[in-house]
C-alpha cells in the first residue's frame, strides 16, 4: 500500500509555519492571478484573503498532496531526481505546494470567491476586515507588474508567478497548477515563459505585495451612512412593534437593486483624465478626446460626490435618460470631461463607454442634486462637438469640443441670418445662448453654428440643434439629384449652405416632435422635385429624417410648394428609409390646385426609372414623377416603381411600404 502524508496537528503547523514564512510570496501569486478588472483595494484585500484560507484542516483523510485533500489511494512513487517532487519542500506532496494550490484555487475561482454560491457573495465574511480605509499598492512594483499583466488570462498569470518570480521549475509549475483545477496547464505555463515583462522590474526592491499604501474613505459619507443605519434600524424596530401589535407582517418594500459596481470605478483619483493637446494628435476625434477641464476639475470632494450619487441613486437624485440609455453604475473609472461652476451650479461631466452624464449639484454644497444620462454611439467630430452644461431662463450654455474654433448662433427660419458670435470661455463654456422654445409659438429657431480648428480639418463648419437633452443635435442637408445645383450620390452636407438653410427653414419648428434625447442627427433629403399642375410652379419632395443612436430612425416625407405650407406626405417610424441603407424612395400624395382640382402626384428618388399607378388611378410614366387626374377621394392607389437596375419598390407607406 502506499503512504501518504496526512493532514495531522503535525502537518498543519508545517503548513503554517510554511504559510507564515511565505507569506509574502503566497500574496504576491494570489493578487497577481486574482482578476484584473477588480479594483486595487478589493484585489489587496482578496489576495490576503486567499492565503489566510489557505491553510490545510486537520481532517481525517485529508492528503497534502492532492487538490481535493481525500485519498482514493495509493500515489505515484517520488523521483529522486526531480528536485519538484514529492519530498521537496515546495513540491506537491510538501506544504508549500499544497498551500500554493489551495492559494490559486481561491484566486482562480469566479470573482476571486472559492466555494459555494453564499461564498461567492461574500458570507460568511473572512478576515482580514478594514474599515475606514483604502488599501492599494504604491507605484511601481506588483502593481506596474499588474497593469501589464492586465489582460492575459488568470492562469497563465498565476504560472508567470510560479516559475518567473517564485522560481518554481516547469515541471513544478505543472503540477501546482494541475492541482489548483487549470484545465491546460502546460499551455498555461508555455503562454507565460513567452511574456514580455523585462526582469530588472521583477527584481526590484518594491515588488513586494504587502507593501500597501492607505488612506481614509469618504468621511463625510461614512457618517452619512452611519445616520442613515441608525435611522433605518429604528425605523426597522417601529415596523415591526406595529407588525406585532397588528398581528401581520407589513408588505416588503421593493426597489429595484443598482447595477453592479467594479472596485475603483467611484475612486476620484482613478478617473481617466486626458491631456489637453490628444485631440490634435489622434485618429479618433470623438468625445474620447476631450481633456478634463473647468476650474473645479481638481476638486476631490465634488467628484467624489457626482460618483456617489451615480452609484446610490438615490431617490432624492432626480434623474433623467434618453431612451435606451442605461443608467447603471459604471463598470470602470469614467473619463473625466468637465467639473466647473456654471449659473450658480456645479456641474461634472463624465464619459462612460457610449454614454456621458452630467451631474449638478448647488455651487454652495450637495443640494438640488440631478443626473441626467445621454447616448454617445459613433459620436464623432460633429456629433461630439458640444454638450450642454446649463439650463436657466430660457436659455443654454454648451462645452465645446477642444477643435471648435469659432461658434455662433443663427435663426434657423431666417435663411438669410448672418448669425451672431458666441463668446466661449478658457474652458470651453460658452456664453449663455438662446434655447428654442419647446412650446408656443415658433417665432424662431436658434441653433449652434461651430467652425473646427484646421488642425483636423480645413474649412468645416456644421449646425447644432439644441432639443432639451444633454446632446445637441447635428443637422445636415442633401441637395436635389438633378437641376442647376445637383450634385453626385453621397452622404450628407453640413447645414451651412443657402440651399440648406432654404430647405431647413420651413422645417425647423417641427424639430420639436423630436425633443427626448433619442436622435443624434437630423438630415433634410431633397430627393425630387416636380411641376405642379395647372401652372402651380416648381415644387420639392423633402424627406426629413431623425436617426436614433441606437441606429433606426423615424422619416416624414413633405412636398414644399414654391409658396404657402408644405404639405405631410408619409411617415414611417423605425425605418432606414431615407437613410444610407435606404437611398431608393417612392412616395405619392393628393395634390389640390388653385382652381380646386385634384390630381394624384407621386415622385421617386435618382434611381427610379419609371412610375406605375394602379387602382384608383392607373397611369404610367418614364422617369422621375408622375402627374395624374386623381380617382375618388379615400379609393386606394397603388404606387410601384422600377429602379435603373431593373429591381422594383413599392411607395413608402409608414406600413411596410418603401421596400424593395
Known amino acids: 500500500m502506499g503512504t501518504s502524508q496526512r493532514f495531522g496537528s503535525t502537518a498543519v503547523e508545517a503548513a503554517e509555519a510554511v504559510l507564515v514564512e511565505q507569506y509574502p510570496h503566497l500574496v504576491r501569486l494570489a493578487y497577481l492571478t486574482l482578476p484584473d478588472g477588480l479594483g486595487r483595494h478589493a484585489r489587496v484585500l482578496r489576495a490576503h484573503r486567499a492565503v489566510q484560507r489557505g491553510l490545510p484542516r486537520a481532517r481525517a483523510g485529508d492528503e497534502l498532496g492532492r487538490p481535493g485533500g481525500a485519498s482514493d489511494g495509493p500515489g505515484p512513487p517520488p523521483d529522486p531526481g ?39 457573495w461574500g458570507w460568511p465574511p473572512a478576515p482580514p476586515f478594514v474599515w475606514g480605509l483604502r488599501l492599494w499598492p504604491p507605484a511601481g512594483g506588483i502593481d506596474e507588474t499588474a497593469r501589464l499583466l492586465g489582460g492575459v488570462p488568470a492562469a497563465v498569470r498565476a504560472a508567470f508567478v510560479l516559475h518567473r518570480l517564485d522560481g518554481l521549475a516547469e515541471a513544478g509549475t505543472v503540477r501546482v497548477l494541475a492541482a489548483a483545477g487549470v484545465t491546460d496547464p502546460a499551455e498555461s505555463v508555455r503562454l507565460a515563459l513567452a511574456l ?21 474613505t469618504d468621511l463625510l459619507r461614512r457618517r452619512r451612512r452611519v445616520r442613515v443605519g441608525w435611522a433605518a434600524a429604528a425605523v426597522l424596530a417601529l415596523v415591526a412593534g406595529v407588525a406585532v401589535a397588528d398581528g401581520a407582517p407589513p408588505g416588503p418594500d421593493v426597489r429595484p437593486a443598482a447595477g453592479a459596481v467594479a472596485a475603483g470605478a467611484l475612486d476620484p483619483d482613478r478617473l481617466v483624465r486626458i491631456p489637453a493637446a490628444a485631440w490634435s494628435d489622434t485618429a479618433r476625434v470623438d468625445f474620447t478626446a476631450w481633456p478634463a477641464r473647468g476650474a473645479r476639475a481638481g476638486d476631490r470632494a465634488l467628484l467624489a460626490r457626482a460618483l456617489g450619487a451615480w452609484a446610490s441613486r438615490s431617490a432624492q437624485v432626480p434623474v433623467s435618460a434618453a431612451p435606451g440609455t442605461p443608467t447603471d453604475p459604471p463598470g470602470r473609472p469614467p473619463q473625466l470631461l468637465y467639473a466647473g461652476d456654471v449659473e450658480g451650479r456645479a456641474v461634472v461631466l463624465l464619459l462612460d463607454a457610449d454614454r456621458v452624464v452630467r451631474y449638478g449639484e448647488a455651487a454652495g454644497g450637495p443640494r438640488e442634486r440631478a443626473l441626467d444620462f445621454a447616448r454617445t454611439d459613433e459620436a464623432g467630430v460633429t456629433t461630439a462637438g458640444a454638450l450642454a452644461v446649463s439650463r436657466a431662463g430660457g436659455r443654454v450654455r454648451y462645452l465645446l469640443a477642444p477643435w471648435i474654433a469659432t461658434a455662433a448662433t ?21 456664453a449663455a445662448a438662446a434655447a428654442p422654445g419647446l412650446a408656443g409659438a415658433c417665432a424662431s429657431w436658434p441653433v449652434l453654428a461651430l467652425t473646427s480648428s484646421t488642425r483636423i480639418v480645413e474649412k468645416h463648419s456644421f449646425v447644432l440643434a439644441d432639443l432639451g437633452a444633454l446632446a445637441p443635435v447635428h ?39 423630436l425633443r427626448g434625447g433619442a436622435v443624434r442627427a437630423v438630415n433634410v433629403w431633397d430627393f425630387a422635385a416636380s411641376e405642379l399642375p395647372e401652372g402651380g410652379g416648381r415644387a420639392v419632395w423633402s424627406c426629413t429624417r431623425a436617426s436614433g443612436w441606437a441606429g433606426p430612425g423615424d422619416v416624414l416625407v413633405r412636398l414644399r410648394p414654391p409658396a404657402g405650407p408644405a404639405q405631410d406626405v408619409a411617415r414611417a417610424r423605425s425605418t432606414a428609409a431615407c437613410g444610407r441603407f435606404g437611398q431608393h424612395l417612392l412616395v405619392g400624395t393628393r395634390w389640390k390646385t388653385a382652381a380646386g382640382h385634384w390630381y394624384e402626384l407621386a415622385a421617386g428618388s435618382r434611381e427610379v426609372a ?12 418614364a422617369g422621375r414623377s408622375l402627374t395624374a387626374p386623381a380617382g375618388p377621394e379615400g379609393a386606394p392607389v397603388t404606387l410601384t416603381a422600377r429602379l435603373a437596375s431593373g429591381a422594383r419598390i413599392t411607395a413608402l407607406d409608414g406600413a411596410g411600404g418603401g421596400r424593395d
Open 82 to 120: 526531480d528536485p519538484d517532487g514529492p519530498r521537496a519542500s515546495d513540491g506537491p506532496g510538501g506544504p508549500l505546494g499544497e498551500v500554493r494550490a489551495r492559494v490559486l484555487r481561491a484566486a482562480l475561482a469566479p470573482g476571486g470567491r472559492p466555494g459555494t454560491a453564499l461564498a461567492r
Open 475 to 513: 443637422l445636415t442637408y442633401t441637395p436635389l439629384p438633378d437641376g442647376p445645383n445637383a450634385v453626385p450620390a453621397r452622404q450628407p452636407r453640413e447645414a451651412t449652405g443657402p440651399a440648406a438653410r432654404a430647405a431647413w427653414a420651413p422645417l425647423a419648428c417641427g424639430l420639436r416632435e
Open 410 to 430: 443663427l435663426d434657423l427660419l431666417r435663411p438669410a441670418d448672418p448669425g451672431q458670435p458666441l463668446a466661449v470661455a478658457a474652458d470651453g463654456v460658452t
Open 610 to 621: 419609371a412610375i406605375t399607378a394602379t387602382g384608383a388611378v392607373r397611369a404610367e410614366v
Open 196 to 216: 514580455p515583462v523585462g526582469e530588472t522590474l521583477l527584481r526590484s526592491t518594491e515588488f513586494d505585495a504587502c507593501v500597501v499604501n492607505t488612506r481614509p
